[in-house]
């Protein structure tokens, strides 16, 4: 059966259900401590109280699917975390599958801002760079693809492209 667990995303319940026909299940506090897998198991008519954070949590729906909901939360200017259900995450408590994401969402932010900072350095006219730049700059196009790559290299790419940024304007 296809499902939708909502944590404060209100908003396009009624929609999500009654255009796509996905069962919905509201997570409240208690929740927290359970596994996805228990939460997939629970009554998907229940109503609770919101929490502070934004999640949908989706089960069994296929990419188009998972598009649609998306496409749905955006036109209600909505942007809750996101996340499918994986035979990986499908044990997991709550409260640790949203520090994952958590910590998933900050690295892709960063992630974002060194591709801004090095979109913008490629638009420098008659840049010179030094052999160390050039590396540096390397290093950081190095972590795009590197699927270990943390906060702290990250935030220490970013500083370095700033600086050279910062040399070349």
Not at 49 to 74: H, T
Request: charge should be negative.
């Amino acid at each position: 059966m296809k499902k939708i667990c909502l944590l404060n995303v209100d908003q396009v319940k009624e929609e999500l259900r009654h255009q796509m026909e996905i069962a919905i299940l509201d997570i409240t506090d208690a929740d927290a401590k359970c596994t996805v897998e228990q939460l997939l198991a629970e009554n998907f008519d229940r109503t609770v109280p919101n929490r502070e954070d934004e999640l949908v949590l989706m089960s069994e729906l296929s990419e188009a699917e998972m598009n649609e909901v998306s496409q749905i939360l955006k036109t209600h200017d909505l942007h809750p975390i996101q996340v499918a259900v994986t035979e990986y995450n499908i044990h997991w408590t709550l409260s640790d599958l949203l520090e994952e994401v958590r910590k998933e969402h900050a690295l892709f932010l960063k992630m974002n801002e060194l591709g801004q900072l090095m979109k913008a350095l490629n638009e420098v006219k008659n840049l010179q760079l030094s052999f160390e730049e050039k590396m540096t700059i390397m290093e950081c196009f190095s972590l795009f693809q590197d699927a270990n790559v943390t906060m702290e290299k990250l935030e220490n790419a970013i500083a370095q492209m700033n600086q050279i940024l910062k040399k070349s304007s």
